[in-house]
């Protein structure tokens, strides 16, 4: 499959890769938004939160959880983050293989969008 994330996840091309398990990879955004930039995606090719299944929420569980681990690793636990996933093309997304970034390291928008 021709998904960039999924080349990520099989280490068929190279990310800045601060954490991964059997479910869970993360690594640091290529056009960082902010200081702290970081996605958190699972191994499966999930398109984007729509098809996300009852069966997967602790999928979401666990990225958050992570997401939240590596705020404290990259010094912005205590300062301020963001949990952004998002979703469509109106919603900004991208690149179609679910993923939630972890903003943090400079005052952010106030405003969502
Ligand atoms: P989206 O707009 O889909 O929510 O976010 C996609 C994110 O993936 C963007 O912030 C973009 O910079 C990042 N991205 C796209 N291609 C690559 C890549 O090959 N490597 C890394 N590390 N990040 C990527
Ligand atoms: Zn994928």
Redesign the pocket.
């Known amino acids: 499959m021709d998904c960039?994330f999924c080349k990520?996840a099989a280490s068929e091309?190279p990310?800045d890769i601060l954490y991964q398990d059997e479910q869970v990879i993360a690594?640091?955004?290529?056009?960082p938004?902010a200081p702290v930039h970081v996605?958190i995606i699972p191994r499966k090719h999930i398109p984007s939160v729509v098809e996300l299944s009852e069966a997967e929420s602790s999928l979401v569980e666990n990225m958050v959880s992570i997401a939240n681990q590596l705020a404290v690793k990259e010094g912005v636990s205590e300062s301020g983050y963001r949990l952004v996933i998002?979703c469509g093309e109106q919603g900004?997304?991208?690149?179609p293989h679910l993923?939630l970034?972890l903003l943090g390291g400079r005052q952010l928008a106030g405003e969502l969008g």
């Open positions: 960039v990520i091309i990310a690594f640091r955004d290529i056009n938004q996605l998002n900004g997304q991208l690149v993923h970034h």
